[in-house]
């Protein structure tokens, strides 16, 4: 049986959308997103439009993430209905960090674009890292290598207790 030889066509100018849909495809966080909130995925909250999801790679212990539910990498991309409820979610986040450990201090914010020090530029998010006083020297220095004295899956299981009635928080006024 005689098969058919089948050319490629170069096409070089899809390389850049190929390679941008392989970036988006590859987005850890949709990926983390579209299962059920488990230890395995981290994610602790999820409804139609955001999610709050434990650092993988956190600074400190209880370091959380707020995020869109959509891929989106610019806060300006984000309509005013959905930047509100990503504060509200970012403070009722806080708030639960706070029922589950006591903290110091915190640093919440955005890194925007790879410049602005985001490790996953497409995707924006918001960090939550709890503070200690005693933790003031190390983390600038070591942020990436220092020692997370609690394991990430213990404080999973204590933060997703908290988490139990975080839909409850969210709808409050
Ligand atoms: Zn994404």
């Given at each position: ?7 490629n ?76 409820k ?12 706070g ?75």
């Amino acid at each position: 049986m005689k098969t058919q030889k089948r050319s490629n066509l170069w096409a070089p100018w899809r390389l850049e959308y190929i390679h941008k849909k392989k970036l988006s495809d590859a987005c850890p966080f949709c990926t983390e997103l579209k299962g059920k909130p488990s230890a395995k995925n981290l994610v602790l909250y999820k409804d139609k439009d955001v999610a709050v999801i434990m650092n993988k790679f956190p600074y400190n212990p209880y370091h959380l993430l707020v995020l869109p539910k959509a891929h989106v990498s610019d806060l300006c991309d984000l309509s005013p209905a959905i930047a509100a409820k990503l504060y509200k979610c970012v403070q009722k986040s806080y708030e639960a960090i706070g029922r589950a450990v006591r903290m110091e201090g915190a640093n919440i914010g955005i890194n925007l674009g790879t410049a602005g020090g985001a490790g996953i530029p497409g995707h924006i998010h918001w960090h939550i890292v709890p503070r200690w006083n005693s933790d003031t020297n190390f983390m600038p220095i070591l942020a990436e290598t220092k020692a997370i004295p609690t394991h990430n899956l213990k404080v999973y299981e204590t933060l997703s207790k908290v988490f139990d009635s975080f839909a409850d928080h969210m709808s409050e006024d």
